[in-house]
């Protein structure tokens, strides 16, 4: 029997990387999907793939960021299925730069996308979990654990999305919400290749190593089996283990490391 069957599960951030491979994973586990970003052809192509009558599928053009959009799409998903199960704050980009070369205005853009859209998410959804006793799902990073050079407006968005889980957890667990906070690693997705204006650069090439990256396929299933057992949290990849481990444990150790292989995040152009 599916996992998921008849559940339903809203993702933010759908249209490609992460987001796009849980719809297809989920799906495959008989779920109906409720998918939300601000590209809707590429929402369509994925929608259609999955369910080209669109009896499965509700996809939706929602900007995480405005105030109020994510309200009216959960409206609709509610007039065309009833409830949400399981609501999925997948959206999410990186600015990175030093903060000599920053401004406000970089960090602002960051926090707009990466904790009010997670917060906005929350908000739009909260009600429907409270009655399905549904999942709640934040996809963080390792990042949330630590934080290089060059790299402090994603990091701390990312640290404040792991103390929102902590705190929601315990929030809403009279409700019967499970929260659970995914720390991927490094994915095979577009966020390396998006300028700190949040657009897209077909000509950029990933500086991370292939050996390091993880498939979203892969990612995908990973998370839907801990959706599925509600974990807590949920860290990716054998490094991205040993670093929340080091992180906790021994900090000084991971603290060394960094400076003596000098790691720091490569630098966008703006």
């Given at each position: 029997?599916?996992?998921f069957?008849?559940?339903?599960?809203?993702?933010?951030?759908?249209?490609?990387?992460?987001?796009?491979?849980?719809?297809?994973?989920?799906?495959?586990?008989?779920?109906?999907?409720?998918?939300?970003?601000?590209?809707?052809?590429?929402?369509?192509?994925?929608?259609h793939?999955?369910?080209?009558?669109?009896?499965?599928?509700?996809?939706?053009?929602c900007?995480?960021?405005?105030?109020?959009?994510?309200?009216?799409?959960?409206?609709?998903?509610?007039?065309k299925?009833?409830?949400?199960?399981?609501?999925?704050?997948?959206?999410?980009?990186?600015?990175?730069?030093?903060?000599?070369?920053?401004?406000?205005?970089?960090?602002?853009?960051?926090?707009?996308?990466?904790?009010f859209?997670?917060?906005?998410?929350?908000?739009a959804?909260?009600?429907?979990?409270?009655?399905?006793?549904?999942?709640?799902?934040?996809?963080?990073?390792?990042?949330?654990?630590?934080?290089?050079?060059?790299?402090?407006?994603?990091?701390?968005?990312?640290?404040?999305?792991?103390?929102?889980?902590?705190?929601?957890?315990?929030?809403?667990?009279?409700?019967?919400?499970?929260?659970?906070?995914?720390?991927?690693?490094?994915?095979?997705?577009?966020?390396?290749?998006?300028?700190?204006?949040?657009?897209?650069?077909?000509?950029?090439?990933?500086?991370?190593?292939?050996r390091?990256?993880?498939?979203?396929?892969?990612?995908?299933?990973?998370?839907?089996?801990?959706?599925?057992?509600?974990?807590?949290?949920?860290?990716?990849?054998?490094?991205?283990?040993?670093i929340?481990?080091?992180?906790?444990?021994?900090?000084?150790?991971?603290?060394?490391?960094?400076?003596?292989?000098?790691?720091?995040?490569?630098?966008?152009?703006?």
């Open positions: 029997m599916s996992k069957s008849e559940r339903v599960v809203l993702i933010t951030g759908a249209s490609a990387g992460i987001g796009a491979a849980l719809a297809q994973e989920f799906a495959s586990e008989g779920a109906n999907l409720v998918l939300f970003a601000r590209r809707i052809e590429k929402l369509k192509e994925i929608a793939s999955i369910d080209p009558t669109g009896a499965r599928v509700l996809y939706l053009t900007d995480v960021t405005k105030d109020g959009e994510l309200e009216k799409a959960v409206e609709l998903a509610r007039a299925f009833g409830k949400i199960d399981i609501a999925i704050a997948n959206a999410g980009w990186s600015v990175k730069g030093k903060l000599e070369e920053l401004s406000l205005a970089d960090y602002r853009r960051q926090w707009e996308t990466n904790v859209g997670v917060l906005r998410t929350v908000y959804t909260l009600e429907d979990l409270k009655q399905t006793q549904g999942r709640l799902v934040i996809i963080s990073s390792v990042k949330s654990y630590i934080a290089l050079a060059g790299d402090s407006p994603y990091s701390m968005s990312k640290f404040a999305l792991k103390a929102l889980c902590q705190s929601l957890s315990r929030e809403l667990t009279p409700y019967g919400i499970s929260v659970t906070h995914v720390c991927p690693a490094y994915v095979g997705t577009e966020i390396r290749r998006i300028d700190n204006q949040g657009n897209f650069q077909p000509d950029w090439s990933d500086p991370i190593s292939p390091l990256i993880k498939s979203t396929e892969q990612t995908a299933k990973e998370i839907v089996k801990a959706v599925y057992r509600r974990q807590t949290e949920q860290v990716l990849t054998v490094y991205g283990k040993f929340v481990l080091a992180q906790r444990h021994l900090p000084w150790l991971l603290s060394w490391l960094i400076s003596r292989w000098q790691i720091k995040v490569v630098a966008k152009s703006n």
